[in-house]
């Protein structure tokens, strides 16, 4: 078992940057791939980034490319995501999840949920 906690969620203005966190525990953290995904007030739960085991490649969904930045520091069982240039249609609760490969962006291929944690974008 894998226990994932996200925070760092909040409100930000337009424009505005904020990081939130994913902190895991049980079984060992640094086997699994990461990915965050988000869900919106009456929408699917969509993929938004995923990186690899050891941290060197990363995934995107378009309409986060250079804008959020996945990250992880495998000491302190932790993976990031960077949110910068925020936009009010990036409101969502947002989750992490473990699963085995960075590439996949369907929710069934991932095993491990954390509880999400909400981030609200005012224009």
Avoid: H
Avoid at 27 to 55: C, D, H, L, Y
């Amino acid at each position: 078992q894998v226990q994932l906690v996200e925070s760092g969620g909040g409100l930000v203005q337009a424009g505005g940057s904020l990081r939130v966190a994913c902190a895991a525990s049980g079984r060992t953290f640094s086997r699994f791939a990461m990915g965050w995904f988000r869900q919106a007030p009456g929408k699917e739960r969509e993929f938004v980034a995923a990186i690899n085991w050891i941290g060197g490649s990363t995934n995107y969904a378009d309409s986060v490319k250079g804008r959020f930045t996945i990250s992880r520091d495998n000491a302190k069982n932790t993976v990031y995501l960077q949110m910068n240039s925020l936009k009010p249609e990036d409101t969502a609760v947002y989750y992490c999840a473990a699963g085995a490969s960075y590439r996949a962006v369907d929710t069934t291929n991932y095993d491990y949920w954390g509880q999400g944690t909400r981030v609200t974008v005012s224009s």
